[in-house]
């Protein structure tokens, strides 16, 4: 792990301004700042790991999947949950995160 902290622990430490929509002692989620649907959320726990399959607790992993599940339901009737795991994965943050992304009129392959 870097010395240096991710741009999730500043947010979670309130260094850099986010719009939370959801907290609790363990996950934070908030809007994406470069949205990819008309709804797009981060969820973020705030024990840091770098990439999702850092995660080797099942239990940890459990709630984190349910967590995401939860903020969706409370934003969305449906959604996708979406994880980008490393570089090549296309990840850019390196501290897990959950995407959720909703709010597609027709589905996520179409204009709106």
């Not at 770098?50 to 099942?58: G, L």
């Not at 349910?66 to 994965?89: E, F, M, P, S, W």
Request: glycine share 6%; proline share 5%; net charge negative.
């Amino acid at each position: 792990m870097s010395a240096q902290p991710t741009l999730f622990e500043r947010i979670i430490a309130r260094e850099i301004p986010s719009d939370v929509v959801y907290e609790d002692d363990r996950y934070i989620a908030i809007r994406d700042i470069a949205p990819k649907a008309p709804i797009h959320l981060l969820v973020i726990p705030k024990q840091v790991t770098a990439r999702m399959d850092e995660i080797i607790d099942a239990a940890e992993m459990g709630d984190l999947w349910l967590t995401a599940v939860k903020i969706a339901r409370q934003h969305a009737q449906d959604y996708r949950l979406l994880v980008n795991c490393g570089a090549g994965g296309g990840q850019v943050v390196f501290h897990t995160h959950i995407h959720i992304l909703a709010g597609w009129e027709h589905g996520p392959d179409s204009d709106t």
